[in-house]
């Protein structure tokens, strides 16, 4: 998840990370959109959590499980309605 050549596998196109406490990071996608985040949390193979400039957060966290690695992705946003969140719960729920 924090592996530098690995990262656009996991966010954008192109990806910039200091994978620490307190590092930042840049997430270019080929439509144009930039992101910038800070690093609240790096836990090594385990969890990383993200702030992004609009003050919304991922979090990734990968857990052992008998058939592999379970991965959990949650990410709020201020920018969010309840429309939206409504929407998204379901495409989650249907995947």
């Known amino acids: 998840m924090t592996?530098?050549?690995r990262?656009?596998?996991?966010?954008?196109?192109?990806?910039?990370?200091?994978?620490r406490p307190g590092g930042v990071g840049v997430f270019r996608w080929d439509d144009g959109d930039v992101r910038h985040?800070?690093?609240?949390?790096?836990?090594?193979?385990?969890?990383?959590?993200?702030?992004?400039?609009d003050d919304g957060v991922v979090e990734l966290r990968l857990d052992e499980h008998p058939d592999g690695t379970?991965?959990?992705?949650?990410?709020t946003s201020p920018e969010w309605?309840?429309?939206?969140?409504?929407?998204?719960?379901?495409?989650?729920a249907i995947a």
């Open 7 to 19: 990262l656009e596998e996991w966010f954008a196109n192109d990806v910039e990370l200091d994978a």
């Open 81 to 92: 309605g309840l429309a939206l969140a409504l929407h998204a719960s379901a495409a989650w």
């Open 37 to 53: 985040a800070v690093v609240e949390v790096a836990e090594e193979a385990a969890r990383l959590v993200l702030r992004w400039d």
């Open 70 to 75: 379970r991965v959990q992705v949650r990410e």
């Open 3 to 5: 592996e530098p050549g």
